[in-house]
């Protein structure tokens, strides 16, 4: 059983189901972003361990609740609390092993490049009330779930609108039609606040987050969670409301706004 805490900021556990053996697989990362992580699941023991939870291990498993399984993990602990390696707090001791090369990469300039071929929809995603609004735009929403209704909207950790979102735990996500791009440049120059909304026509939803009456479709959603993962956030929402208009989608490619073909 392995945890692997990754240089994208995820912690999976890697062969669940291997009761022989524990260790902590750490990719190449700063100090400080490595405490960080190493905080959420448990504490460093010298330059060579860390304590875990048995808790953690559960929670990061995919087979946890199956009784095999679980038989299994009780094992497991009860051989390592034998043999001397669960502290007086429950704590397992778990030894560190480290990648010495970071996983290959591409350059900025060849990812960012990239990217710019994924031809994306536009959205204007949207908390706060009509009183206090915040919103930006993002054309990294993406659709999760059905069952349950689940949509995700990846957001910048330095964006300024991040902790705003996150105070308030409720977005809104109006996709935006061909004709919004009056829309998009506001929200990009103005400053966070009222004068973003301005010049469209926006009301309260029946949660009281600011939709745009002219959206393609509209969601009102409860974020349930997010995920850091690299430099951005998966804020993940449980869709609660919804509203649809028929007209032609706003769409990116390579930094221009394309018009889709009628035919």
């Not at 504490?43 to 199956?66: C, N, Q, T, W, Y």
């Not at 990469?105 to 949207?126: C, E, K, N």
């Not at 919103?135 to 964006?159: D, K």
């Amino acid at each position: 059983m392995r945890i692997h805490i990754t240089d994208a900021g995820a912690i999976t556990l890697i062969e669940p189901a291997n009761f022989r053996g524990l260790d902590v697989l750490i990719d190449p990362l700063p100090a400080d972003r490595l405490n960080r992580l190493v905080a959420r699941i448990g504490r460093f023991e010298g330059e060579e361990h860390i304590r875990l939870a048995p808790a953690v291990l559960k929670f990061l498993s995919p087979l946890a609740g199956d009784p095999e399984w679980d038989k299994g993990f009780e094992g497991m602990i009860a051989y390592a609390t034998k043999a001397g390696w669960v502290d007086e707090a429950g704590l397992v001791r778990a030894h560190i092993t480290r990648e010495e090369a970071a996983p290959a990469r591409i350059t900025l300039d060849d990812f960012r490049g990239t990217m710019r071929r994924l031809a994306a929809g536009v959205s204007a995603v949207t908390t706060g009330t009509m009183e206090a609004p915040v919103g930006m735009v993002a054309s990294s929403v993406v659709s999760i779930s059905a069952e349950p209704p689940l949509v995700g909207v990846f957001v910048n950790e330095t964006s300024s609108s991040l902790p705003l979102f996150q105070q308030q735990g409720r977005m809104a996500i109006n996709i935006l039609g061909l004709d919004h791009g009056s829309i998009v440049g506001r929200f990009v120059k103005s400053a966070q606040g009222v004068d973003r909304f301005e010049g469209a026509d926006w009301v309260a939803g029946k949660t009281g987050l600011p939709l745009l009456t002219e959206a393609l479709a509209a969601m009102e959603c409860r974020i349930i969670t997010e995920v850091s993962l690299g430099t951005h956030k998966l804020l993940v929402g449980r869709i609660e409301t919804t509203t649809l208009r028929d007209d032609r989608p706003m769409v990116q490619f390579d930094g221009t706004t394309l018009r889709l073909s009628e035919e």
